[in-house]
């Protein structure tokens, strides 16, 4: 359980298996990192099993929800097969992320308003399975509004916008007034992509802020400081803004 205005930290395991399966085999260990960042303080693991499996794997899916004690967010995208998945192995939470098969990650929010007739049963049904249901959104009062209108007790703003503009103010300010609202409808706020130790103060910062998910910089920075070091780096900027 959280700490109260504890910010937590969802370490997002990805390219851990990303740089296993440039050559095959089980080095380095997804499931090896996911331990060294409970090891490290973190408060949960992030993990998107892609429809082109191009990191995760089903298999790191089922070893993850049987071998780590953290909570498990399960990022997917809309589709029947994986509500399948997610039904098979209830994580303790399910992330609806947009995705296609080009992009290089993901980019940009779902079009949780757009999509409203598609999401609503899925939502229904991870929910009834016992899996709290997030929706990756744009920070846009339009998408918060639909995110409220699915019903789901979460929302994670993209923070991908923020982050490659160098920190904006007018970005952050875009992120504080989307907190604020989902917040304000009763909505748990989470928020994510492309933080860094230079740019995560001003969004750690957002008091209505419950999780930060952050893995493409952390396995990256792992490189020169190990990954324990990397995550407790993070975890001590984050409690620096919050006070």
Known sequence: MSRPGHLRLGVNIDHVATIRNARGGDHPSPIRAAH??????????????????????????????????????????A????????????????????ERRAERTTEGGLDAAGKHN???????????????????????????????RLGV???????????HSDGSV???????????MAAEAGLEVHAGHGLSFANVGGVA???ELAELNIGH??????????LEGAIRQMRAAMDAARR
Do not use: K, W
């Open 170 to 180: 007018d970005e952050l300010a875009r992120l504080e007034a989307a907190a604020r």
């Open 153 to 163: 007790p979460v929302v994670e703003l993209h923070t991908g916008p923020y982050a």
């Open 205 to 207: 910062a957002i008091p």
């Open 79 to 98: 589709t029947d097969e994986m509500l399948a998945i997610a039904l098979t192995h209830r994580p303790h939470a399910a992330c609806i992320v947009p």
């Open 36 to 77: 060294a960042a409970a090891a490290a303080g973190a408060d949960g693991i992030t993990a998107h099993l892609r429809e082109d499996r191009r990191h995760m794997t089903d298999a790191d899916i089922a070893r993850l929800v049987a071998e780590i004690d953290l909570p498990l967010n399960l990022e997917m995208a």
């Open 118 to 148: 598609t999401l609503l049963p899925m939502v229904g049904r991870l929910h009834d399975a016992g899996i709290r249901v997030s929706l990756f959104i744009a920070p846009e009062e339009r998408q918060v509004e639909a995110a409220a």
């Open 217 to 226: 910089f952390l396995i990256g920075e792992a490189v020169f400081t190990g």
